[in-house]
């Protein structure tokens, strides 16, 4: 059962020199990162250090029984959900990240967009690494 909690908040956080601005209108919480480094960074200090699978578990749980779901921005775009309002998916449970729901089509056009060749390399070397790991299964 959820309990009655609602956050009303509009906070500014510097994590290495970064902004990452915290938005709460009652039971939605949003965070928007800078950059990718400054949400690694927020993760593994203060009360979030420790293990990510574990982290992320215990903040889903968290915002689940208190009726909350934070949204996760890059630059603006939607990345992920975590709490209440969730719906991870296969991708978020093959890596392990309980609770959480990515949303990374939007950042990943961005990218995509911005450095084409850096983006296809990406991909190739994911695809190799793809198949090296299937190989091995089979034998």
Same mark, same amino acid.
């Given at each position: 059962?959820?309990?009655?909690?609602?956050?009303?908040?509009?906070?500014?956080?510097? %994590?290495? *020199?970064?902004?990452?601005?915290?938005?709460?209108?009652?039971?939605?919480?949003?965070?928007?990162?800078?950059?990718? =480094?400054? *949400?690694?960074?927020?993760?593994?200090?203060?009360?979030?250090? *420790?293990? =990510?699978?574990?982290?992320?578990? $215990?903040?889903?749980?968290?915002? $689940?029984?208190?009726?909350?779901?934070?949204? %996760?921005?890059?630059?603006?775009?939607?990345?992920?959900?975590? *709490?209440?309002?969730? $719906?991870? +998916?296969?991708?978020?449970?093959?890596?392990?990240?309980? +609770?959480?729901?990515?949303?990374?089509? $939007?950042?990943?056009?961005?990218?995509?967009? =911005?450095?084409?060749? %850096?983006?296809?390399?990406?991909?190739?070397?994911?695809?190799?690494?793809?198949?090296?790991?299937?190989?091995?299964?089979?034998?």
């Amino acid at each position: 059962m959820a309990l009655p909690l609602e956050v009303l908040a509009d906070l500014q956080l510097a %994590v290495d *020199g970064e902004e990452i601005d915290i938005r709460g209108n009652g039971d939605h919480i949003v965070v928007d990162l800078p950059s990718i =480094r400054a *949400g690694r960074r927020l993760l593994t200090s203060g009360p979030f250090a *420790g293990n =990510r699978t574990r982290t992320t578990t $215990r903040l889903h749980e968290a915002l $689940r029984i208190a009726g909350l779901t934070a949204e %996760v921005r890059l630059s603006g775009d939607p990345i992920a959900q975590v *709490g209440a309002g969730a $719906r991870p +998916g296969s991708f978020a449970r093959l890596l392990n990240l309980d +609770g959480v729901e990515l949303q990374l089509t $939007r950042p990943l056009r961005a990218a995509i967009r =911005r450095r084409p060749l %850096v983006t296809a390399s990406v991909v190739v070397g994911l695809l190799l690494v793809l198949g090296w790991w299937l190989l091995q299964r089979r034998a």
